[in-house]
């Protein structure tokens, strides 16, 4: 399953009726880019591959912007669920499939957003599904001096030409 389908879904789901850049816009205030592999002109590329499949309709406006609005249909809707449930219930090696899970979470009930990742964790097991030869991770750095409620002050680095 692409990334790039369900953030894409999602975000014009959340706006009824959104031209590229407005779901483009969407995506970066998600910080998509942080998580996901989408490159930006594979935005595009989804929403004109979504309207041939038939998953969103197309309104060219007729502006000079040549600006096309994008919106849902019924069989689009069923879709972003299905890819909503299955990234948030299966356990797989792809981050960027579980974080835009994540995103979209407020979109399901609350019954099936507790549930679904539950679900998750019971397929999970340390190295992958059904799986026990993976590495541990390692001990995490003490690279922090002092931590309160207010937050973290790190270490002060030694004068350059001293050791700690």
Known sequence: ???????????????????????????????????????????????????????????????????????FTEQGAVEFFHLLRRALRRFEHRPDLWMAGLALLPALPRAEAIELPRQRVNNWSPAGPRSSSRPRPGPIPDTWGSCSTSGCIPRAAPPSGRAA
């Open 1 to 71: 399953m692409s990334a790039t389908r369900l953030p894409v879904l999602g975000a014009v789901r959340g706006f009824g009726t959104a031209h590229g850049y407005a779901v483009r816009g969407e995506l970066v205030s998600w910080g998509a880019e942080e998580w996901a592999d989408i490159k930006w002109g594979s935005v595009y590329h989804a929403l004109r591959q979504l309207t041939k499949e038939g998953l969103l309709t197309a309104t060219e406006l007729g502006d000079p912007t040549g600006r096309v609005d994008y919106e």
